[in-house]
Structures are given as structure tokens and as C-alpha cells.
């Protein structure tokens, strides 16, 4: 099988969620432009069939079902379509935070699994209580479930919780799948034991044919918006990650098409992506992201590079494989 290179889009910025420390630290409508999207799906075409890697093409927002081009009104199906014309073996992922009933986006969900072989594209939930601060929750969460499970066999949900409302959260979610006849075993113990863990838990959890896999974290306050004092603190040391030592194995491109190397919730995105314009392909960008991560495994593997959490590991990798080597002074001051 060839090895995988993941493509990951921020199609829009605009997301109704309005959470706590929200990660995306804007959520105004700002869409990726389709002429510029069409471009980079060639490019990837390219770079994956000279390199022999299987492309996976990763759809994200704010809420990506929000997307709009402003020229046609046209939405997400359209820049789903394009992929699948100009990249015929992509797999697709797109990541929602997901609505209560609501006929416009049903019908958008529902076009795209009618059009998409379903092996090729899978849907995930990010669900949590601080979108709208928990208001719609229940009824958001067992729509998506019900919308999801009709469509797909396995569906991933993304989980984050606070001091203030992991219980309620596990409440509800274990309310949810029951509903579905889901049996909801493990995670309560397991989260409740170790609330603080910034590693993801994963449950699973099987009915019939279908399968629900819940990623389970602490939520992480990207730039304090959010009272510290109710979030758990990240107690637990960290070195080298999986990227790190692995990678690239992926890009991350925002609306404009600037870039990060990295798609994880930690990295952090006070610190500027590089512009597009400093690339002239996607090639060159994969070179210049491996360069870096050389150098970057390096200074791990010559110092024993360790952080007191993942938050501060994550600062200390972004300054470094956006600015290159040059302005990080003196990582063990971190
Ligand atoms: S769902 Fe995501 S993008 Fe939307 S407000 Fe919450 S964290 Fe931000
Ligand atoms: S931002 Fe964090 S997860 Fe991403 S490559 Fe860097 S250290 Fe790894």
C-alpha cells in the first residue's frame, strides 16, 4: 500500500459555535477562494502521483458546512466534486461540529454521501459543551448521530471537556448513544480517573455493523480566553511527537493558502503560518517542511528536548518549523 499524505483545508474561518477558547481565534466569514483551491488540488495531483503516496484530502473550518463561495453561492459539495474530478483515488475527511435539524445542511450532508463511493469520504463530530455554551447540545449531538450512522458504518467524534462540564458531558453523551442502542462503557471511569490526560483517550464501542469511536481530551485554552481555573491542568511531561519523528505526513492550509506543517489542536496558531507566495509548489512546500523537521528531530534527539506540557512542546515546534532554526534562541528555557 503506498504511504499516506494527508491535505488538510481550513475551507472557512466562519463557524456559529462561538466557543470558550476557540483554536481558530476569528470565526468571520472568511472562505477559501475556489480558483486558488482548484490550483493546489492539481499541484497535490502532481506531487502524489510523482511521490506514489495515497492523497487523503481533509476538509475543516470554523464549520466547513458554512463554506460559501461568494461569487456562485456554491458550498461544500462543489469543492468536494473538484477533489474528486482532479483526484479520483482521494480519500476525503471532513471534520463538522454539527447542527440540530436543519433542512439546508441536511440536504448538504446528504448530497455528498449520494455522490461520494463510501469509501471515500468519512464525516467526523467535534462535540463538546462549549459550543454555544452547551445550549442545543443534546439535540445536536443524537441529530448528527442519527445523520451520521445512516450513512457511514464508522463514525469518529472528537471530545473535549473542562473541569466545569466533564460530567455533564459524559452524561449526555452516555444518554446519546443509548438512544442507539450504543452500549457506553469505559470512558466514564477512565476520564473521571485521569480528567487531566492531554493524551486522547479512544472507546469503541460496536452495534451491529456499525462502530462509534469516541476520542476523549482535555480541552486545551489556547490563549487564556477562558478561566484557567477551570481547565485542567496538562500535568504530564512531553518530548518528541509522532510528526516529529515520522513526518511530513501532512499539510495544513488556511482560507488564504498560507500554511502550517502540523493539523493537531496544540499548534499554535498565535504564531503566523508561512504565506503562499514563499512556494512554488507543492513539492517545494514538502521539501521545505521535511528540511525543517530534520532539523527539528535533531535538536530533539541532541538536547533530550522534554516540556513541562503538549501546549508548551507545540509553541516551541510551530516558532520553530515557521521561522525556521534561526529565532529560536534557546528551546530549554521553554
Ligand atoms: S467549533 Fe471549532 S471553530 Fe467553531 S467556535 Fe468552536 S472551536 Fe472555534
Ligand atoms: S505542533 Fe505539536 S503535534 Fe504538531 S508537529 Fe509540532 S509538536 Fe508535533
Redesign the pocket.
Known amino acids: 500500500m503506498n504511504k499516506l499524505f494527508t491535505f488538510v483545508f481550513r475551507i472557512t ?1 466562519l ?5 470558550e ?5 476569528q ?1 468571520k466569514a472568511i472562505h477559501i477562494p475556489t480558483q486558488l483551491f482548484l490550483k493546489k488540488l492539481d499541484d497535490i495531483r502532481l506531487f502524489t502521483e510523482a511521490k506514489k503516496v495515497q492523497p487523503i484530502i481533509g476538509l475543516t ?3 466547513p458546512f458554512l463554506y460559501v463561495d461568494p461569487r456562485n453561492r456554491s458550498h461544500i459539495g462543489l469543492l468536494v466534486h473538484c477533489i474528486l474530478e482532479r483526484i479520483p483515488s482521494a480519500e476525503i475527511l471532513i471534520r463538522t ?1 454539527g447542527w440540530e435539524a436543519h433542512p439546508i445542511l441536511d440536504d448538504r450532508l446528504a448530497s455528498l454521501f449520494n455522490k461520494i463511493p463510501k469509501n471515500q469520504l468519512n464525516i467526523s463530530l ?1 462535540f ?1 459543551l ?2 454555544k455554551k452547551g445550549i442545543g447540545a443534546s439535540k445536536r449531538f443524537k441529530h448528527m448521530l442519527s445523520l451520521l450512522l445512516a450513512h457511514q458504518d464508522r463514525v469518529i467524534f472528537d471530545v473535549i471537556y473542562n473541569r466545569l462540564n466533564v460530567e455533564k458531558t459524559i452524561d449526555l453523551i452516555e444518554a446519546g448513544l443509548a438512544d442507539f442502542n450504543f452500549q457506553y462503557q469505559g470512558i466514564r471511569t477512565h476520564i473521571l480517573s485521569q480528567p487531566s490526560t492531554p493524551h486522547r483517550f479512544t472507546s469503541r464501542h460496536r452495534e451491529k455493523a456499525k462502530q462509534i469511536i469516541i476520542e476523549a481530551y482535555p480541552a486545551y485554552n489556547a490563549y487564556q480566553q477562558g478561566n484557567q481555573a477551570h481547565f485542567f491542568d496538562e500535568n504530564v511531561s512531553c518530548g518528541v511527537c509522532h510528526e516529529i519523528k515520522t513526518g511530513p505526513t501532512q499539510l495544513f492550509y488556511r482560507e488564504d493558502l498560507s500554511l502550517y506543517h502540523c493539523n493537531d489542536p496544540f499548534l499554535d496558531s498565535r504564531i503566523s503560518p508561512i504565506e503562499k507566495e514563499r512556494f512554488l509548489s507543492v513539492s517545494d512546500e514538502v521539501n521545505a517542511m521535511r528540511d525543517r523537521l530534520v532539523r527539528l528531530r535533531q535538536l530533539f534527539f541532541d538536547q533530550q528536548l522534554t516540556f513541562k506540557n503538549k501546549q508548551m512542546r507545540c509553541a516551541f515546534c510551530t516558532r520553530f518549523m515557521m521561522r525556521g532554526r534561526a529565532d529560536v534562541i534557546n528551546p530549554l528555557t521553554e
Request: net charge negative; charged share 15%; hydrophobic share 20%.
Open positions: 474561518a463557524c456559529d459555535k462561538a466557543c477558547a476557540c483554536c481558530n481565534g470565526q473550518g470554523g464549520e461540529s467535534g463538546n462549549f459550543q
